[in-house]
């Protein structure tokens, strides 16, 4: 159900779509989703692709005969099994891919935060297919997502996507798990979850995947309070993507709880508390409010209060009247040293430029 209304849309595949085996990366199953997402580009639908599958593909190069693996054994595995993984999904393409590792960390700080943002708005922009994954070969235990379900939505509702696909080995949630249960009933469409529906999730019934369920399920709950759309669908078989293309429902779908747009609105609104207060000229003031642009350096005469890159702002006319809210890319110290300025004097004047716009119009919300 490939949505006319999905602009943009994560994929998160599972180990054993990558490695079913254990043993290197197999393009089995990565082929048919290859070339879904292929499909969905020259559509104009623009991915994010969350892959798993490094301690997997690494596995068979890492002596280590008992479960569970102990952290230094999968990171080792981890270093051998991603450059393996990246480049099987990079044959793949006739675009190019980028490689992005993240941990918990990089979501807890505000300033991380907003590079990956920037990151992956630049290389959306530039047509390059980012492939993330979690950085396992780093992350110690405490500093981990742990699983690429919960990071997926992380990466939806970062990007704002309108939808997160979740291929797996299964064909989407069932009553009970299918591979432990007999007569466990396919699920299609889950309303809102609620303890009933976590008591369906059971463990991966391998050990190649790592949260079975359970993590999915998280991951769908995350993503849909936010405003995104998630599918659980099975990567293992090509016709769930023709399907998708076709505008068919497949696999489990999980409904959004609200509005995206009015979810993030929401929360710039009234969720996070702003230090501070930018003052836009009349004409930035009409392009903000008049044609949703974002805010350049030019367009700002002043700003009050102390805030530091990554805080919300209040952003206001002349007269002093907040129009919006929105994340400011720069503080306040340095707003003082680049407003009124052209975005390509910022370099020049700072010694950096992290982002040629002060606040960008996907992070501003009108009052
Ligand atoms: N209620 C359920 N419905 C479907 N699958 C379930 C359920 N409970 C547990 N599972 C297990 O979850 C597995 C998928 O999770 P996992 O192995 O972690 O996959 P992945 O590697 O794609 O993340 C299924 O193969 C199945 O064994
Ligand atoms: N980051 C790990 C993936 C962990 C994980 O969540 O695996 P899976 O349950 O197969 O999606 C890896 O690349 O092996």
Redesign the pocket.
């Known amino acids: 159900m490939l949505s006319l209304r999905w602009r943009r849309i994560v994929i998160k595949v599972?180990?054993?779509?990558i490695s079913p085996t254990a043993n290197g990366c197999s393009t089995r199953y990565l082929l048919s989703i290859a070339r879904f997402i292929s499909e969905c580009r020259a559509i104009g639908v623009e991915v994010v692709l969350v892959s798993?599958g490094s301690v997997a593909a690494g596995k068979s190069a890492i002596a280590f005969a008992h479960q569970p693996l102990p952290i230094n054994i999968k990171q080792a595995m981890a270093a051998v099994g991603q450059t393996e993984m990246m480049a099987t999904w990079s044959h793949l393409f006739d675009f190019r891919c980028a490689q992005i590792l993240l941990t918990h960390d990089d979501f807890a700080n505000r300033r991380r935060y907003l590079n990956i943002d920037n990151t992956l708005r630049t290389l959306l922009t530039n047509q390059v297919l980012p492939i993330i994954n979690e950085n396992d070969t780093v992350a110690t235990a405490e500093l981990k997502v742990g699983d690429?379900?919960n990071l997926a939505a992380m990466v939806a509702i970062l990007v704002d996507a309108d939808a997160l696909i979740i291929?797996?080995?299964?064909d989407?949630?069932?009553?009970?798990?299918?591979?432990t249960t007999i007569n466990?009933e396919f699920i299609p469409l889950v309303e809102k979850i609620n303890a009933d529906i976590y008591a369906?999730?059971?463990?991966?019934?391998?050990t190649?995947?790592?949260?079975?369920?359970v993590?999915?399920l998280q991951a769908a709950e995350k993503a849909t309070r936010q405003g995104v759309d998630t599918l659980i669908i099975n990567g293992q078989q090509a016709v769930n993507f023709d399907r998708l293309l076709a505008g068919q429902v497949t696999g489990t779908l999980f409904q959004r709880q609200q509005d995206r747009l009015s979810a993030k609105k929401h929360w710039l609104l009234h969720s996070i508390t702003s230090t501070g207060s930018i003052v836009l000229d009349n004409g930035a003031a009409n392009a903000l409010q008049q044609k949703g642009a974002s805010l350049l350096a030019k367009g700002i005469l002043n700003s009050t209060g102390q805030f530091d890159k990554g805080d919300a702002v209040w952003l206001c006319n002349e007269n002093g009247v907040q129009l919006a809210k929105g994340i400011s890319q720069y503080s306040a110290i340095e707003l003082q040293l680049i407003k009124g300025q052209h975005s390509q004097d910022i370099a020049r004047i700072l010694g950096f430029c992290p982002s040629e716009v002060v606040v960008h119009r996907d992070d501003i919300a009108l009052s």
């Open positions: 599972g180990s054993a779509l798993s690429n379900d291929c797996s080995d299964i989407g949630l069932y009553s009970a798990n299918p591979k466990a369906m999730a059971g463990a991966s019934h391998h190649i995947g790592t949260g079975g369920m993590t999915k």
